[in-house]
């Protein structure tokens, strides 16, 4: 038996919203270009490329980027996936407009090298490399522990003589920042690029011992009451 009615299955890619304006075509100026954005329906966008229906979707996560585009009649289908960061889609829709007239079987109006010529520098800024902690940095290295999100490391790396922050696998220079015991970290390794942290507080106890770091960046949905790591060792 099927698991759903054709109409109801059809119904997840038609067009139940018009949309006023396209995003695939902002990176082209006044270029006329053969995509167009006409509507949106459970997730789907559609609209037309070179004059044939199309159906477009994407995906994003930290380090991870995708995007297909469907051409129902024509039984094509185009996907891409990467790591890293793509901003407003550029290389995925410069990219799947090269594909598209490859599956197509017509002559791409975009080469490689006018792709490149319309990508421009990464836009990734880091911190700046501040290391003036206001204590010995003795005290803050150690093992912290949270119930839910598991531990943290705080290590010396004695190669660039500053702290660093260990999480799982992931990795993180530790940088001061103007306040008393608190930090930004800065990824490196396999998340660099992919995800920093603005603020690291270490909290105190009545002797001025550090018991604790409070993780204001941590986790985007905690509001006010972000995790708080309790050191163990």
Sequence with gaps: NAFMTTANFNALHQQHRKLSSTTVN?????????????????????????????????????????????????????????????????????????????????????????????LTAPKYTGYSNTNNPQRPITEYIGLYVNPIYGNLNVEFDPNNEHLVLRYGVATWDFWTKSGKDQFKAEGTGMIKYLKNMYRFTFLTNENDGIVSVRVDSFCSTCGNDPPIFHKVV
């Design 26 to 118: 902002t990176h082209f100026g006044n270029e006329e270009v053969p995509t167009t954005e006409n509507g949106y329906g459970l997730g789907w966008k559609r609209g037309l490329y070179r004059n044939n229906e199309i159906l477009l979707h994407s995906g994003s996560t930290y380090g991870y980027r995708s995007f297909i585009t469907l051409f129902p009649s024509q039984n094509i289908g185009v996907f891409t996936s990467m790591n890293g960061e793509d901003d407003d889609y550029i290389l995925r829709v410069l990219l799947h407009n090269f594909l598209s007239d490859v599956a197509l079987g017509v002559t791409p109006w975009l080469g490689a090298s006018s792709i490149c010529d319309r």
